[in-house]
């Protein structure tokens, strides 16, 4: 499994773009990237996954360059209640493993 | 249906008690899995079963024990465990490789 690197943390404050980027250099050709969200005691929560290009949903974006290397996670117009833990994961099969994670704390 | 239920919610075992983690979806998910948490640590996988048979185990020592008595539940049997074991544990579901869908997690304290 490709190992995956992120920040370990990010402050931002209300309102604003919040872009996360995580290198996964060793990924494999059927992999893909998926980023969960997950606040004090509680599961983490699917946030978005993708294997090339850029997807979007209703709450995020994550843009994949062609080389699949790395992915950036965008949260547009961030708010309090989007402090949580953020993890970029590189997925293929059922040995899902979870990396350090990136600390997001908004800031009012 | 597309919740994974835990039960109980928060666990309170000596050394030498022997308790279960019990864990159910009825989304029709093929595959279960156990996660352990320690505070401030990402989830670190522990058993995945696919099909009711497991398909993985990450050396998990044998004072944890997981069982699959059919594709909705999962329990996880604790025996002999210590202190350090404390965590948060974790089941999730996924359909075949997909999106893994976690409950809230099992507090556990062990004294």
């Known amino acids: 499994l490709a190992k995956t690197t992120q920040p370990i943390s990010m402050d931002s404050y209300e309102g604003q773009e919040v872009n996360i980027t995580c290198s996964h250099n060793?990924?494999?050709?059927?992999?893909?990237i998926t980023w969960y969200q997950q606040f004090p005691s509680q599961g983490p929560r699917f946030i978005i996954q993708g294997y090339k290009t850029k997807v979007t949903n209703e709450v995020a974006s994550l843009f994949i360059p062609a080389d699949r290397k790395s992915s950036t996670l965008s949260l547009p117009r961030v708010s309090l209640s989007d402090t949580a833990v953020y993890y970029c994961?590189?997925?293929?099969?059922?040995?899902?493993?979870f990396g350090a994670g990136t600390r997001l704390f908004v800031k009012a | 249906d597309t919740e994974v239920t835990q039960t109980p919610k928060h666990l309170v075992m000596g050394m030498t008690n022997k308790k279960s983690l019990k864990c159910e979806q009825h989304?029709?998910?093929?595959?279960m899995y156990w996660y352990k948490q320690k505070a401030k640590k990402p989830p670190e996988l522990m058993f995945v079963y696919s099909y009711e048979k497991l398909s993985i185990n990450e050396s998990v020592p044998s004072r944890f024990s997981p069982e699959c008595p059919n594709s909705s539940l999962l329990n996880l049997h604790l025996h002999a465990l210590q202190p350090e074991d404390s965590a948060l544990y974790l089941c999730?579901?996924?359909?075949?490789?997909?999106?893994?869908?976690f409950g809230e997690g099992s507090r556990l304290t062990v004294l």
């Open positions: 994961l590189v997925t293929g099969g059922f040995k899902t493993i």
């Open positions: 060793n990924i494999a050709t059927n992999d893909y």
């Open positions: 999730a579901s996924s359909q075949e490789a997909g999106e893994l869908f």
């Open positions: 989304m029709g998910h093929r595959a």
